[in-house]
């Protein structure tokens, strides 16, 4: 009998992968060597919106090194950059890969210089001259559609590119009736993703062949291959390979397709040369497709006993000023449909528009609408608290939807899958202690302390799906994934993933599922992903979908490579298939644990099939592709105490405790260190962090301007869980990835709001809530 293989999933194993990072042994896009790589270097506009009169390139030419200058006039026969989320009656204006008629943000690029060095290719685009006619520009949110402002593209009159609505607006008019009433403008301001790398690519063109190969920092390599290839340059598909080797991070900034990618793919079918591009930090500031940017007029009404009878909204979202990939998605379908919430609503009604400006484009930031719809109803339920005089803690509880096991039909088109808020929320409110929090901050004020505590409840939406579902809503994708597994002669296992990690350790997890499925070592099993030329075509990773989506499809294949296997051992062991089960690495009679064969005897009985079922095909390998019958709904509730200085309006975070609900958890120790970047990104929006314009400028453009949050900055963390698996997927995981960012924000918030509610500060409309922000504040009230 064999011995007892020891379960994997579910236990804090170290992350297999960290050991070549903490060493400096990570392979990064800019790490590569390749025989003959030119260096770009990219002229871009300094203007928010200019009309490009002349490029002259004459002096540019002639310096030392270059190889070639490439402007939006020599690339003729390439398209537009592709949108991947088709919403109705969308405007979707032309995007260039180089801008030739106009530019239309400050980093818009105009030209590419290609030159031997680095050095050379930056000297040579100083010396490109560009004549420019300076056009009045609109980045302002609420300014975009004002009479007056400048039409940014032809297709799109007063700047709105889309109109799009969600619920029943004549409910929630007349679930107001009578109720009462709080109104908040709310702004959710403009973020800058800044993962630790920055964008780089390196296109190589093999003339021999015809193949391109482009490596590149992307979140979904297939993904980018198809745009690419087929929408922009005509190129066909099986022609170009698409790598991305390890990623610095990216919290969605890297999903979609670049102008620079683009552009060196193209450029070097020209020269016949690698060409190399990375981006610098001042690059990344103005190009890097920002996040968030809301303006919202919100109005929740509540029945005199608390409970929410309606909610509407307004929101303004600007998109910057092209579209890019999955933009008009976020702002409508991953955000407007998560407006119900956690709590019971009869009646709801949003309606946002979508307007250009001349700003970086805005697509998903890690939680891409999410943080929205969560830090807009938080600071609602705070605000009717407050109009109530009623605790909030206690409103919530009152309007939780109740404990479910298997679908919640929402006012807003999402169906739920399981859920049981209340739980997390009690747990919570135990960590805390809040009714000694409450006693503590009494005796705090009368010592004159500012002390505060925030709450906030959220729901997520994860493995967007199905493929059919979102078609009709609009994506041009399919929204499964693969997952192939490769069980070598000697019971090794290569497993090939369309999901690609950028920090979530998936070398680590699927080698857990992969060792809990067929009992064998983690060190005999490779994950491999990132490469169009090896992987199963997959959609990547975003949007919290790895585990749920990927982990299902390996699944899926192991249990398929478990079916044959029990094929050739019945055969081996003169047994009946049916009569074959899988228990600690071995195929084994029923009841009869001692008449057994080992995985590696059948993986290698497949390869050397000599005495073999007849009728069954050789080797043991199998493919599966999943695409989920609805999203998962990962959920939860966080808590901040907060002390706020009354002299400089400085807030210190005294404490942080979170309680997420993610369904099964594959690895706890990966999870809580992705609820902790979560929070730590979270608490920057709410304090410190914010791009901010002027007259089409980016004022914070650099780290001397952007403040990022610092280890220093943050306390420990107090997290836990509860466990409500789902019933989409058989892994029963909903997904962990966005969790912290989404409810850290408005938790914060509302506990600086907490804090300064005896000088009479019930309110910000917009964040961060740094020192001078919170002091002004409270200036004002004292006047």
Known sequence: MAATVERLLGKSIKRREDPRFITGRGNYVDDL??????????????????????????????????????????????????????????????????????????????????????????DAAEKVKVTWEPVAAVSATDQATAAGSTRIHEVAPSNIAFKWQIGDAAAVDAAFRGATVVKKRIVNQRLVANPMEPRACLARYDDATGELTLWVTSQNPHV????????????????????????????????????????????????????????????????????????????????????????????????????????????????????????????????????FTNTVPVDAYRGAGRPEA??????????????????????????????????????????????????AFDRLLAMVDYKKFRSDQEAARKQGRLMGIGFSTYIEACSIAPSKVVGSLGAQAGLYESGKVRVHPTGGVTVYTGSH?????????????????????????????????????GMGTYGSRSASVGGTALLMSLRKIKEKGKKIAAHLLEASADDIEYENGQFQVKGSPGKAIPFGQVALTAYVPHNYPEGLEPGLEETSFYDPSNFCYPFGAHACVVEVDRDTGHVKILRYLAVDDVGNVMNPMIVDGMVHGGIAQGVGQALWEGAVYDGGQLMTGSMMDYAMPKADMLPMYETDRTVTPTPVNPLGVKGAGETGTIASTPAVVNAVVDALAPLGVDHFETMPLNAERVWQAMQKRKG
């Open 33 to 122: 060597k390749v025989p003959g790589t030119t260096h770009a270097v990219f002229i871009r506009s300094p203007h928010a919106f200019a009309k490009i009169k002349k490029i002259d390139t004459a002096a540019a030419l002639k310096h030392p090194g270059v190889v070639a200058i490439f402007t939006g006039a020599d690339m003729t026969g390439v398209n537009s950059l592709p949108c991947g989320w088709l919403l109705p009656d969308l405007k979707v204006p032309p995007h260039m890969p180089l801008a030739s008629d106009a530019a239309r943000y400050v980093g818009d690029p105009v030209a590419v210089v290609i030159a031997e060095t680095q050095d050379a290719a930056q």
């Open 501 to 537: 990690s950028h920090g979530q350790g998936h070398e680590t997890t699927f080698s857990q599922l992969v060792a809990d499925e067929l009992g064998i070592p983690m060190e005999q099993i490779e994950i491999v992903h990132g490469d169009t030329g090896l992987i199963p075509f």
């Open 224 to 355: 980018h291959r198809l745009l690419m290839a087929a929408f922009v340059l005509g190129i066909p598909e099986h022609k170009v390979r698409v790598i991305a080797p390890d990623v610095g991070g990216a919290f969605g900034s890297k999903i979609f397709l670049y102008n620079e990618e683009t552009i060196c793919s193209w450029a070097t079918r020209k020269i016949k040369r690698p060409i190399k591009w990375t981006s610098t930090r001042r690059e990344a500031f103005q190009t890097d497709a920002h996040g968030r940017d809301h303006v919202t007029e919100a109005e929740m009404g509540f029945t005199r006993e608390g409970k929410i009878v309606g909610l509407r909204v307004k929101t303004i979202a600007n998109l910057g000023a092209y579209l890019s990939t999955f933009a008009p998605a976020v702002p409508t379908y991953l955000y407007a449909t998560l407006l119900n919430g956690v709590y019971e609503m009869p009646a709801i009604h949003a309606d946002v528009t979508g307007v």
């Open 374 to 423: 969560a830090y807009l109803l938080e600071r609602m339920i705070e605000a009717g608290a407050s109009a109530l005089k009623m605790d909030c803690a206690e409103l919530r509880r009152k309007n939780f939807i109740p404990k479910f096991d298997n679908g919640y039909q929402t006012k807003v088109a999402l169906s739920y899958d399981s859920g049981n808020y209340g739980a």
